[in-house]
C-alpha cells in the first residue's frame, strides 16, 4: 500500500543546532502537511506544500516539496528549546480522500 | 483546540467492557476522524467521516465502530475491549486540508 516513510525516528541536538527531517513518498502526493506535537500535546497544523518544488518558511522553520513531489522535508534552524516535539508529515495521494501519516521524527533539543 | 472536544480525557476499563469515546466541534466541518497513537507507530486512522451518511473504515478499524450523530458529532465505540487497545486516540476535524486535532482520550484497558 501506499507509504509515507518519514527519517529520522529520533534526533537529539544541542541549542542552537540546526535540524532536519525527511519525508519521502511510494507514489506521487497531491500536497503534503506538517504537524508539531508538543509532548503530552495533540498535533498541530503547521504548513501545507502542493507545488511540485515548493518552498515555504516560518520563521526559523523552512519547509520543501520535492520536484517530482514525492519528498519534503522540515529544516529548522539554529534550534531552542521550545522547538522539542514530534514532527509528522502527511500526504495525500491521487484520488485517496484520506492523509498518509509518516511516523514521525522526535526532536530534542539539550540547553 | 478547543474547537474541538473530546471526552473522557481519560478512561481505564477492563478487558471486555464497551466504552464510548466522544468528539464534538464547532469548527462547523464536515470532515471527522478518529485516530490511534502508540509510541512509535506515529497516528493511525481508524475511521472517517466526510459527512453524517459517508463513514469510511481506515486503516485499523477491526475491534471499533463509529456513530455520526450530528455534524458536529462522531463517536468512536470499543465494542468489548481488550488490552492492546490500550492506547491515545485523538479525534480529528477538517475542511479540506488542515485538519484540528482534539485534546485526546487516553484509554487504558487492564
Known amino acids: 500500500g501506499q507509504q509515507v516513510m518519514q527519517i529520522p525516528q529520533y534526533q537529539h541536538v544541542q541549542e542552537g543546532e540546526d535540524f532536519t527531517t525527511y519525508c519521502n513518498s511510494s507514489?506521487?502526493?497531491?500536497?503534503i502537511q506538517w504537524y508539531k506535537q508538543r509532548p503530552g500535546g495533540h498535533p498541530v497544523f503547521l504548513i501545507q506544500l502542493v507545488k511540485s518544488g515548493e518552498v515555504k518558511k516560518q520563521k526559523r522553520l523552512t519547509f520543501q516539496f520535492g520536484e517530482a513531489k514525492k519528498n519534503s522535508s522540515l529544516h529548522i534552524t539554529a534550534t531552542q528549546t521550545t522547538d522539542v516535539g514530534t514532527y509528522f508529515c502527511?500526504?495525500?495521494?491521487?484520488?485517496?480522500?484520506?492523509?498518509?501519516w509518516g511516523l514521525g521524527t522526535s526532536l530534542a533539543v539539550n540547553p | 483546540d478547543a474547537d474541538v472536544t473530546q471526552t473522557p480525557r481519560n478512561r481505564i476499563t477492563k478487558t471486555g467492557k464497551r466504552i464510548m469515546l466522544e468528539c464534538s466541534q464547532t469548527k462547523g466541518h464536515d470532515r471527522m476522524y478518529w485516530y490511534r497513537q502508540d509510541p512509535g507507530l506515529g497516528l493511525r486512522l481508524i475511521y472517517y467521516?466526510?459527512?453524517?451518511?459517508?463513514?469510511n473504515k481506515g486503516e485499523i478499524s477491526d475491534g471499533y465502530s463509529v456513530s455520526r450523530q450530528a455534524q458536529a458529532k462522531f463517536s468512536l465505540s470499543l465494542e468489548s475491549a481488550i488490552p492492546n487497545q490500550t492506547a491515545l486516540y485523538f479525534c480529528?476535524?477538517?475542511?479540506?486540508?488542515?485538519?484540528?486535532f482534539g485534546p485526546g482520550t487516553r484509554l487504558t484497558v487492564l
Open positions: 480529528a476535524t477538517s475542511f479540506v486540508g488542515e485538519q484540528f
Open positions: 502527511a500526504g495525500l495521494a491521487g484520488n485517496n480522500r484520506k492523509l498518509i
Open positions: 467521516s466526510f459527512d453524517v451518511k459517508d463513514i
Open positions: 507514489t506521487t502526493l497531491s500536497n
